[in-house]
């Protein structure tokens, strides 16, 4: 089993920044690919951005591209997500997943290539 938490959530306004981290551990736990989704009430569970497990390819949904910036340490099973230039319609739930396996999913922005999740970490944005 494989443990996330995300935190560093929070309540900004519109132009301002948040840096959201997700914690990994587990039973036998190496650094794996890993993505960032979030969650809007009424709507479906979206691609942010996604990791490589040594940090060497990194994905954005065009929506995030130029504003986020993903990375990750690996010496504290750390992922990050740097969102600067934040907009109302960036608020959701932020959840972070990693796949079965150590690699980053074929597809890393499908929700089901994902196996674990964390508990999601709620950032607002008003304007």
């Known amino acids: 089993q494989v443990q996330l938490v995300e935190s560093g959530g929070g309540s900004v306004q519109a132009g301002g920044s948040l840096r959201l981290s997700c914690a990994a551990s587990?039973?036998?736990?190496?650094?794996?690919?890993t993505g960032w989704f979030r969650q809007a009430p009424g709507k479906e569970r979206e691609f942010v951005a996604a990791i490589s497990h040594n940090g060497a390819r990194a994905y954005y949904a065009d929506s995030t591209k130029g504003r986020f910036t993903i990375s990750r340490d690996n010496a504290k099973n750390t992922v990050f997500l740097q969102m600067s230039g934040l907009k109302p319609e960036d608020t959701a739930v932020y959840y972070c997943?990693?796949?079965?396996?150590?690699?980053?999913?074929?597809?890393?922005?499908?929700?089901?290539?994902?196996?674990?999740w964390g508990q999601g970490t709620q950032v607002t944005v008003s304007s």
């Open positions: 587990g039973r036998t736990f190496v650094p794996s690919g």
């Open positions: 997943a990693v796949g079965s396996s150590w690699r980053l999913p074929e597809n890393p922005g499908q929700v089901h290539e994902y196996d674990y």
